[in-house]
């Protein structure tokens, strides 16, 4: 098949998430609602997102790169474990004779034991820098999951009632309007696409059902809140 790419031209890999543009989206969220909504508790944690935002995509790259110390130190234990194993089979002179079939029994029983801890023991210094760091993903994907609680729990006080008060000087009468909301949303999609940014070379599936969570739960929130915001359009409409 002929290639349409010039040669020794990379593939724009435009189908993958781009940590700068996620951050760049969270800036710009954060400038937009600063302006419409200022000294508002949301344009706060619009500002903290665009941290969190350049934040996650070190904390991603950091994940992605080797733990050198733990390898050192796995490697290490592995040939300290694997020299002791060649020690005590060259140097403890054993004789191989039984009186009767209890003793093979026992002699079985006790080889399998220490070939099960020399085995465990292994297992656990290769699979410790990836415990380690799936870990640290599974809680920072659990504070991006906690900050859409914070969101929307922000909206909460902004009912229906409050774009549709009753008199004209009543104190509700401020400039509300259902843009709180879809700024709610937008968020909620921001921090979906941090998350995701986790499950990129993760190994294991923990990390990528914590991260399709985020995910459902920013679709379930963005849901209701575009309900609420057919419900309160028009009355923001019409004052």
Known sequence: MKSFLPAGERPNLMHRLDPARIIEIAENLALRIGQRLPGSSLAGLAVELARIARDTDQRARQARRPILAIRFASVTAILASLLGLWYLLHHIHTRWEFGNITELFEATDAGFNLLVLLAGALWFFITLEGRLKRKKAL?????????????????????????????????????????????????????????????????????????????????????????????????????
Do not use: W
């Open 139 to 239: 809680e920072s994907i659990e504070e991006l999951r906690e900050f859409i609680h914070v969101i929307d729990l922000t909206q909460l006080y902004y009912t229906p009632e409050l774009y549709n008060p009753d008199g004209a000087n009543s104190p509700t009468q401020r400039g509300l309007d259902f843009t709180y909301l879809l700024f709610c949303t937008q968020m909620f999609g921001v921090i979906s696409n941090l998350a995701a940014l986790y499950s990129r070379g993760a190994a294991g599936d923990s990390i990528l059902r914590a991260a399709s969570d985020v995910k459902m739960l920013e679709t379930a929130l963005s849901t209701k809140l575009l309900s609420k915001v057919e419900i309160v359009r028009p009355s923001s409409a019409s004052n």
